[in-house]
């Protein structure tokens, strides 16, 4: 049985979407383990706890992520697994925190029904970020067996290098260029499937002081809004192209030399008449974005986006790539 399970993690892997294979992989280990919720982050092993920075949540909100924050520099369970990676750590909740000094931890636990639970940490001797799997359940009095936890750890590895080949095969389907390095997946509430570290550090040169698994408010304030292509300050650009529910971004640094236009697709239908799909390929030309690319970037036919190149050239007054965007950055201005 747990041979199929792997053959079919690995098939799945290849074929489907980064938030549905996610959802699916949980099933497939809920089959083998039975669990109601569970989490899969990565992140940074730090002396005062876990700072995740991606993360996969498994009927949990996404106010764990920030709850947990608050006390992982106490959980005793993140401990025991640091010190013995790759093994499974059972424990009971109710009891483990039972002490006066461990209520906020107790609180914790009772808040999000994890009244039974493991986890594994894996630390990744050639990278940064550590994953970690906890999986619980709401019944106190149904506990894993040690059997649950030798079967997680057989499962484990394959989890792990299952997801990797599913968000790199994601990210090689999203981004066109060569240039994957500064490449995100995230869900439509910000939460990081996937980040990379040129992409974090980017972000981190418009908001020195993140380093969470929810995207910056003000990042996704812009994404948020009808017709947004992306974010753009003076210091970065983030460029993004929604799929089903989730978000596919990419960051850029813009040079000091090149203006950031802050233009909306309003602003552009009021001013020229243009339509709202119109609009979109406005701004995407706008920052920088090839027009034989437009099409793939949207996720419209090549034929449509032709035809709308005209009528914006044509609505514009212009006829010339280096005429349009001379006449947006004055719009901006």
Request: charged share 20%; proline share 5%; net charge neutral.
């Given at each position: 049985?747990?041979?199929?399970?792997?053959?079919?993690?690995?098939?799945?892997?290849?074929?489907?979407?980064?938030?549905?294979?996610?959802?699916?992989?949980?099933?497939?280990?809920?089959?083998?383990?039975?669990?109601?919720?569970?989490?899969?982050g990565?992140?940074?092993?730090?002396?005062q706890?876990?700072?995740?920075?991606?993360?996969?949540?498994?009927?949990?909100?996404?106010?764990?992520?920030?709850?947990?924050?608050?006390?992982?520099?106490?959980?005793?369970?993140?401990?025991?697994?640091?010190?013995?990676?790759?093994?499974?750590?059972?424990?009971?909740?109710?009891?483990?925190?039972?002490?006066?000094?461990?209520?906020?931890?107790?609180?914790?636990?009772?808040?999000?029904?994890?009244?039974?639970?493991?986890?594994?940490?894996?630390?990744?001797?050639?990278?940064?970020?550590?994953?970690?799997?906890?999986?619980?359940?709401?019944?106190?009095?149904?506990?894993?067996?040690?059997?649950?936890?030798?079967?997680?750890?057989?499962?484990?590895?394959?989890?792990?290098?299952?997801?990797?080949?599913?968000?790199?095969?994601?990210?090689?389907?999203?981004?066109?260029?060569?240039?994957?390095?500064?490449?995100?997946?995230a869900?439509?509430?910000?939460?990081?499937?996937?980040?990379?570290?040129?992409?974090?550090?980017l972000?981190?040169?418009?908001?020195?002081?993140?380093?969470?698994?929810?995207?910056?408010?003000?990042?996704?304030?812009?994404l948020?809004?009808?017709?947004?292509t992306?974010?753009?300050?003076?210091?970065?650009?983030?460029s993004?192209?929604?799929?089903?529910?989730?978000?596919?971004?990419?960051?850029?640094?813009?040079?000091?030399?090149?203006?950031?236009?802050?233009?909306?697709?309003?602003?552009?239908?009021?001013?020229?008449?243009?339509?709202?799909?119109?609009?979109?390929?406005?701004?995407?030309?706008?920052?920088?974005?090839?027009?034989?690319?437009?099409?793939?970037?949207?996720?419209?036919?090549?034929?449509?986006?032709?035809?709308?190149?005209?009528?914006?050239?044509?609505?514009?007054?212009?006829?010339?790539?280096?005429?349009f965007?001379?006449?947006?950055?004055?719009?901006?201005?």
């Amino acid at each position: 049985m747990l041979s199929n399970l792997l053959i079919e993690l690995y098939r799945a892997a290849q074929g489907m979407a980064v938030d549905e294979f996610q959802e699916y992989s949980m099933g497939l280990l809920n089959s083998l383990v039975p669990f109601d919720s569970a989490i899969y982050g990565s992140g940074v092993l730090k002396q005062q706890g876990l700072q995740i920075h991606e993360c996969f949540l498994h009927n949990q909100p996404v106010e764990v992520i920030s709850d947990y924050a608050a006390i992982t520099h106490a959980d005793p369970v993140l401990r025991a697994a640091r010190a013995n990676p790759d093994r499974v750590i059972r424990f009971h909740p109710p009891t483990l925190f039972s002490g006066k000094e461990s209520w906020p931890l107790f609180d914790y636990a009772k808040r999000y029904e994890h009244s039974d639970g493991m986890s594994t940490v894996h630390i990744d001797q050639d990278a940064p970020h550590s994953q970690i799997l906890s999986m619980w359940r709401a019944d106190k009095d149904s506990h894993f067996l040690k059997q649950d936890g030798w079967i997680a750890e057989q499962v484990l590895p394959h989890f792990l290098e299952a997801l990797k080949i599913n968000q790199a095969l994601a990210i090689h389907r999203s981004v066109k260029d060569t240039d994957r390095s500064t490449a995100a997946i995230a869900r439509q509430n910000g939460t990081l499937h996937f980040c990379s570290m040129g992409f974090r550090k980017l972000v981190n040169m418009e908001w020195p002081d993140w380093e969470g698994a929810i995207l910056p408010d003000p990042l996704m304030d812009e994404l948020a809004r009808i017709g947004s292509t992306g974010f753009c300050t003076a210091t970065i650009r983030v460029s993004v192209k929604c799929i089903g529910e989730l978000l596919f971004l990419k960051a850029s640094r813009v040079s000091a030399s090149v203006s950031c236009p802050a233009i909306r697709p309003a602003l552009l239908q009021k001013t020229y008449g243009l339509t709202p799909a119109e609009a979109r390929v406005a701004i995407v030309l706008l920052e920088g974005i090839s027009a034989r690319d437009v099409a793939d970037y949207l996720s419209v036919s090549h034929h449509t986006v032709r035809t709308q190149l005209k009528q914006i050239y044509a609505k514009l007054g212009v006829d010339t790539r280096a005429r349009f965007v001379k006449l947006l950055l004055g719009l901006a201005q």
